[in-house]
């Protein structure tokens, strides 16, 4: 067990619709990350925060937007669904003081019909 | 030149074997070289790391090789066991963790 929680664990939903997924980070952890996983794309970087300022943007669609609460845990939402999105979304963590160690969730699988 | 080149795709095992997968960077900025290992449904799980300044790292039954000059690193699975068999990811990063790259993943499978 990483120490990252992610919820929900399952989600399915229609195409057009907006879904939010959550994480929260190891404790004392102040980055999160947040990855795609679909089948033929790999690991791919979506987006960083780090204590509630966003720090990097990889390649993220302009549907989707995340954000850091000041409680550390973080929110990303993905909106007007496409069935191509559908894919498991990890979120990660470090600590970030001298650290490049990441920790993963076990991510959210969404399906979109 | 942000690209983490990963092979092979696919690699198959007998047990007691070694297994060897190799990760190609271009971006000399990068600073640390982690593995991640990924069971079928579950997160990525970091295996083993390593930084620029040595060229040779072992944790157990895992070996990191590090080579700078021709930026490439490898990963070498020592006693190869059926519990081994899993995905597993380069990755490469620099400045703290915010330029963070994965390799495609190789998926390994060891044969009992």
């Known amino acids: 067990d990483s120490g990252v929680t992610q919820t929900p664990k399952h989600l399915i939903t229609a195409t057009g619709q907006r879904v939010t997924l959550r994480c929260s980070p190891r404790s004392g952890d102040l980055s999160v990350y947040w990855y795609q996983q679909s089948l033929d794309q790999g690991l791919q970087f979506l987006i960083q925060?780090?204590?509630?300022?966003?720090?990097a943007k990889g390649n993220i669609l302009e549907r989707f937007s995340a954000q850091q609460f000041p409680d550390l845990h973080s929110e990303l939402n993905l909106s007007s669904l496409e069935l191509g999105d559908s894919a498991l979304y990890f979120c990660a963590s470090s600590d970030h003081r001298g650290s490049y160690e990441q920790y993963f969730g076990p991510g959210t699988r969404l399906t979109v019909t | 030149q942000q690209q983490v080149k990963q092979s092979p795709q696919s690699l198959i095992v007998q047990k007691g074997g070694i297994s060897i997968i190799n990760c190609a960077y271009e971006?000399?900025?990068?600073?640390?070289f982690p593995w991640y290992q990924q069971f079928p449904g579950k997160g990525p799980a970091l295996l083993i790391a390593?930084?620029?300044?040595?060229s040779e790292k072992k944790e157990g039954r895992f070996t990191i090789s590090f080579n700078k000059s021709a930026k490439q690193f490898s990963l070498h699975i020592m006693d190869s066991q059926p519990g081994d068999s899993a995905t597993y990811f380069c990755?490469?990063?620099?400045?703290?963790?915010?330029?963070?790259?994965f390799g495609p993943g190789t998926r390994l499978s060891v044969l009992p």
């Open positions: 971006n000399t900025a990068f600073d640390y």
């Open positions: 990755a490469a990063s620099s400045y703290y963790g915010q330029n963070f790259v």
């Open positions: 390593i930084r620029p300044d040595v």
């Open positions: 925060y780090y204590n509630g300022e966003e720090r």
